[in-house]
């Protein structure tokens, strides 16, 4: 049986403003809770209001090592002003811009697991630049044009360990699918290319994979 969450956890993960369903999330939890046992941290790129966050910085509990999770917080270029997936509420009022740093903290407040997580505000590619700790597992949820997506999968997939999972989100292979573009699919495809990693699990647009070579 894979890991599932308490029920508390599972609440606390609905109740989060954001874009994971449930039946992913508990994909992701699992291979959260089965990475954990590598003893490294957990990294996630693409926080928004701390959705997804709750269920790794949960696996983190349970496995005694860290989540971190980062994102600028200035949302995708779908979440913004007059795009499908904005929401008004993400805007601050005295700026003008998205800023769902806010919402992310009181989420985690509330889930109780601000102990678990180390929030990084900033740019991806450019966090990664300082990044030098081998991780358990990689997810990317972040942005999905083809820059944001390949430069999260440069950037990050090289620093999960042997063993470890990469999990990519949104994955549509038929364009018919596709909401936000198929970027996130080419990684996928990179990721398999590459030799570095197999295929261990798909749940809708969750992909699963393992570190089973060198590279990436
Ligand atoms: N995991 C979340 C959803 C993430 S949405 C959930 O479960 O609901 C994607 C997020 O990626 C947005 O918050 C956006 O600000 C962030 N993002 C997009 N491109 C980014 C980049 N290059 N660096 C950091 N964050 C980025
Ligand atoms: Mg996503």
């Keep these: ?18 874009f994971m369903p449930v039946h992913e999330g ?12 590598l003893g490294l941290p957990l990294l996630e790129v693409g926080t928004y209001c701390g959705r997804s966050t709750v269920l790794l ?3 983190a509990r349970a ?38 740093l806010p919402t992310f903290r009181r989420t985690l407040h509330k889930a109780g697991l601000e102990d678990h997580v180390v929030a990084v505000v900033g740019r991806s590619p450019q966090v990664a630049a300082l990044w030098g700790t081998p991780l358990g597992l ?22 999960v360990a042997e063993g470890g999972l990469l999990l990519i989100h949104d994955v549509f292979p038929e364009p018919a699918d596709e909401f936000t573009g198929q970027a996130p699919y080419r990684v996928y495809l990179r990721a398999l290319e590459s030799g570095a990693f ?3 699990s798909a749940t809708d647009s969750l992909r699963v994979l393992r570190r089973t070579g060198a590279g990436s």
């Design 63 to 100: 496995a005694g090592v860290t989540a971190i999770t980062v994102d600028h917080h200035r949302g995708s270029e779908e979440q913004q002003p007059g795009w499908d997936y904005h929401d008004p509420q993400t805007v601050d009022p005295e700026i003008g811009l998205m800023d769902t």
């Design 198 to 200: 197999t295929e261990v």
């Design 26 to 37: 508990l994909a992701l939890y699992a291979a959260a809770v089965e990475a954990g046992a």
């Design 138 to 159: 990689v997810f990317i949820d972040g942005g999905h044009t083809d820059e944001h997506a390949g430069a999260d999968y440069e950037g990050w997939a090289p620093h």
């Design 57 to 59: 910085a949960d696996a």
């Design 1 to 18: 049986m894979p890991a599932a969450p308490k029920p508390e956890i599972l609440a606390a993960f609905e109740a989060a403003k954001g």
